[in-house]
């Protein structure tokens, strides 16, 4: 896994954007078409701000996949991962292709629809977050390493669920549901590409155990270092409790 550190959360912003757009430029030029995965929460702002800005996608002829999404949660929630995407992406781009994960009623219904185009060809690039708690979608820990399906229904955890306060999306931790839509582990993984945004301070513990401690469900997105095409995005917040080591190899 590659680890690049920026001075601050815009740096980092546009240093990803230019990468992504490189990443579906080139494949768009030799295929046509391009295939992502797309991320929601505070992490992914900046980011989608700066790839949405560019000019130079066409959009139209490109199929985005919806990582996670909670259960039960009307679509015009503040904290609703669907709306998130259409504010932040769809409506920005007026891409065309999308398939948003409808988690209001029918989980099982919805995991069997978009799971089946999800697994129908290879995704190019995915773009994904950490948690707090180490979380990679809402894979909390334990994470399932092993299963085969695309996308789960899971229990979030309480560690997972105060981060969603904190950040203020929900009020109180009474209205943050208990349970979600997850794409799993070994589907984000069988990308070709993922680039994992990580930054402020309240990741600097995540990305240190995920980077340094050893590859385990107890801190799920640590598999990302098995991944032979991962790049971590940091700032010098989220990079402030790695070792002078870690610092010296990232670029």
């Known amino acids: 896994m590659k680890i690049r550190i920026f001075d601050d959360l815009p740096m980092m912003a546009k240093a990803a954007a230019d990468h992504a757009a490189e990443v579906i430029l080139q494949v768009l030029a030799e295929r046509g078409q ?32 919806h ?3 909670y259960i039960g949660l009307p679509v ?24 948003l994960l409808e988690a209001e009623s029918g989980p099982e219904r919805v995991i069997a629809t978009v799971g089946s185009a999800l697994k129908s060809a290879p995704i190019d690039i995915a ?32 560690a997972c669920r105060m981060q969603q306060v904190e ?14 839509i997850s794409m799993s582990v070994r589907q984000i993984l069988k990308s070709k590409e993922i680039m994992a945004l990580v930054p402020g301070s ?12 050893g590859i385990s469900p107890t801190a799920p997105a640590s598999i990302l270092r098995t991944h032979g095409n991962t790049t971590m995005y940091l ?17």
Not at 35 to 61: K, M, N, P, V, Y
Not at 80 to 94: H, P, V
Not at 235 to 251: F, I, N, Y
């Open 34 to 65: 391009a295939r992502i995965i797309a991320a929601t929460g505070i992490s992914q702002i900046e980011f989608l701000r700066e790839l949405t800005a560019r000019h130079d996608i066409d959009w139209a002829a490109v199929e985005m996949f």
């Open 202 to 213: 309240r990741k600097a513990l995540a990305v240190k155990v995920c980077v340094e401690h």
């Open 127 to 158: 773009f994904v977050g950490i948690g707090e708690n180490c979380h990679l979608a809402f894979n909390d820990p334990p994470a399932d390493f092993e299963t085969e399906e695309p996308y789960l229904i899971v229990n979030l955890d309480i």
């Open 67 to 69: 990582l996670d999404e």
């Open 167 to 180: 950040e203020g999306w929900f009020v109180d931790l009474g209205q943050v549901p208990m349970q979600a």
């Open 235 to 251: 700032d010098c917040d989220s990079a402030a409790q790695l070792s002078p080591e870690t610092g010296r190899r990232a670029s």
């Open 76 to 99: 015009d929630h503040p904290a609703s991962f669907r709306r998130f995407l259409r504010d932040r992406l769809i409506a920005k781009t007026g891409i065309k292709k999308f398939h």
